[in-house]
């Protein structure tokens, strides 16, 4: 018994802001963002839609794409760093939100790797037997996320709107990590097969939280006291914290590291892969991977010019633009990976039936 991907969607804001646009309010130019990070454009989801709604949405398109109806679902797991509240996370949202019924709904928190997990998690339902078809998505709305107060306003073509100094300050410490973040969501089924020889292989996770500092939200939690006050704000403490030249030296090599563990494991060589579906943080990260692992630009595809960071989202959205576009043989042998704060990586080997 195997487990193979029957099925994808994907669910992303129509509101587009591209680098042009962030540079209205920050001391940035396209040029600048391009080259740091590929990142063109980016989604932005309206005030008041959370990552469980678009969740839910791609959820649906994905059962639809498989041929399936939401009643068929056993499981449904969903990755995010960007939940709708604090507790609970956003399984059960999405659960009733996608009319799944009461079944089993899964909360992931390994941020960038979160899909890569879900997607470790569903292959393991399956292989065991407990389900047939099982559901993951990975979906994020960084907006709230994002100091830009009443700079959305010009964003929003608003041309009477002044940013104050204070905002503008704001804005432009961010600017090395807000031009990278962008909100989406996709999904895909996975479900169970008769032929051995395809569906996942090999799969390696590793966590080391020895490098939790590489990226992390120091703040907002329950080891303070309070778990958020005016204090914490202040001192931006509810802001990512990047370790920018650590965090791209182990990310471009631990991601190729561990599709070199399953490559080998199946007693197969780099060269055999059709395609690596890797975590899209930033193009040069990417690009660096490509270049250890050996193999040309067409085996590691990008989205993150039109689509932005999505941290969760990443995977499942590459997955999904590949298959619209028919970019994924039949046969084709593939490798997922991703690196993201914990810091969790790995890789997950996939033969497409």
Sequence with gaps: MSAVIIGSGASVPERVVTNHDLAQI???????????????????????????????????AAIADAGLLPADIDAVVCATMTPDQFAPGIAPQVQQKAGLGAIAAYDLRQQCSGFLYGLDLAASLIESGRNEHVVVVGAEVHRGYLPFAEGWDILAGDTSVELSEQTRTAIDESRGWAVLFGDGAAAVVVSRHDDPDVGFGPRRLHTDGTWVHLIEVKGVGFRNQPWVDEAQLQARLHWPSMSGAELFRQASVLMPEAVAEVVAEA????????????????????????????????????????????????LPLLWDDLAREGKIPEGATIAFTAFGSGVHWGALLYRHP
């Design 267 to 314: 007693k197969l060589t780099v060269g055999d892969l059709d395609l690596v579906i890797a975590h899209q943080a930033n193009a040069r990260i990417v690009e660096a991977a490509r270049k250890r692992l050996g193999v040309a630009e067409s085996v590691v595809p990008m989205n993150i010019d039109r689509w932005g960071n999505t941290t969760a989202a990443t």
């Design 26 to 60: 920050m001391d940035t130019t396209d040029e600048w963002i391009v080259k740091r990070s590929g990142v063109r454009e980016r989604r932005f989801a309206p005030v008041g839609v959370g990552s469980s709604d678009l969740a839910a949405a791609a959820v649906g």
